[in-house]
């Protein structure tokens, strides 16, 4: 990596994915666009992150990592808008990406190379920015249904955008809604006579994105933005006793203020 404007590293490359691009790969969500890519490690889906020997209490909010390179989802970092966010799991070893509603993404920008240098030892793997949204001028609307060919399993989502812009700044605000109801242990033949009832455990998802940018002057502009995602879900345990079902609720707030001040050259 190298701190100097203008000047990036020659053997680095950096891997843009636009809004057109995730638009036209037709995943109805983040975690499934960044599953496709190969750079990033295949098994590591919502869910079904290893995090070492306790896995459930690692992620018991169900939620997604990138893992570049094969090299574990905490030698990734996942950067929002250039910042860092906040760790999620019991221990805090993964960024949660299903967090971002996929109407609120402009683009993502994924260095494959170490930039360890630059960020630090979590970015040994790689780094993925997450550049979100600010100019929408109307709404925009979509909705997805899915569902498996054998048994109850449905998969429910709706995202909704609404942006404005006026003379000197502009708002967004976009929302997704996400359930997937459970798939029962009773419609798959190998687990029929389990003690354990669901094989796939319900989780529902409500996200929210909102950021506004208002220009001071010619050479100052503010913004701020705020993210706010809760997922209720039902948690497969088992690992040191009975198999079962317990209730699990996260939430996750972050927020950032900024401004761009253009200072005069001479």
């Known amino acids: 990596g190298t701190h100097i404007r203008g000047a990036p590293p020659k053997a680095v490359t950096l891997i843009v994915f636009t809004r057109q691009d995730i638009e036209d790969s037709g995943y109805p969500d983040i975690q499934e666009f960044m599953q496709s890519i190969p750079q990033n490690f295949g098994s590591v889906g919502s869910g079904a992150i290893s995090l070492g020997d306790n896995v459930q209490a690692g992620n018991e909010g169900f939620g997604t990592a990138v893992d570049l390179r094969g090299l574990g989802p905490d030698s990734t970092l ?25 109407d609120a993404i402009e683009r993502v920008e994924i260095l494959t190379d ?4 630059v960020y630090g030892s979590d970015a040994v793997g790689g780094v993925v920015n997450f550049i979100l949204r600010r100019n929408l001028q109307g709404a925009e609307t979509s909705v997805d249904y899915g569902g498996v060919t054998s048994g109850g399993l449905r998969d429910y989502r709706v995202d909704q955008s609404q942006g404005m812009d006026w003379s000197s700044g502009s708002a967004f605000l976009a929302y997704e809604y996400h359930d997937e109801t459970p798939l029962a242990s009773s419609d798959r033949s190998f687990s029929e006579d389990s003690a354990l009832k669901e094989l796939l455990p319900e989780s529902k998802q409500n996200s929210l994105f909102a950021d506004v940018t208002q220009a001071i002057s010619d050479a100052l502009q503010l913004h701020a933005d705020f993210l706010y995602a809760g997922r209720h879900n039902h948690v497969i345990t088992g690992e040191f006793g009975p198999a079962g079902l317990q209730e699990a609720q996260t939430d996750q707030y972050q927020g950032t203020l900024g401004a761009d001040w253009s200072l005069a050259r001479t």
Not at 86 to 96: I, K, L, R, T, V
Request: hydrophobic fraction near 50%; charged fraction near 5%; aromatic fraction near 6%.
């Open 78 to 102: 996942v950067l929002v808008n250039g910042h860092r966010i906040a760790p999620a799991g019991y221990n805090g070893a993964f960024s949660d990406i299903s967090v971002l509603p996929i």
């Open 114 to 117: 170490g930039a360890s240098a």
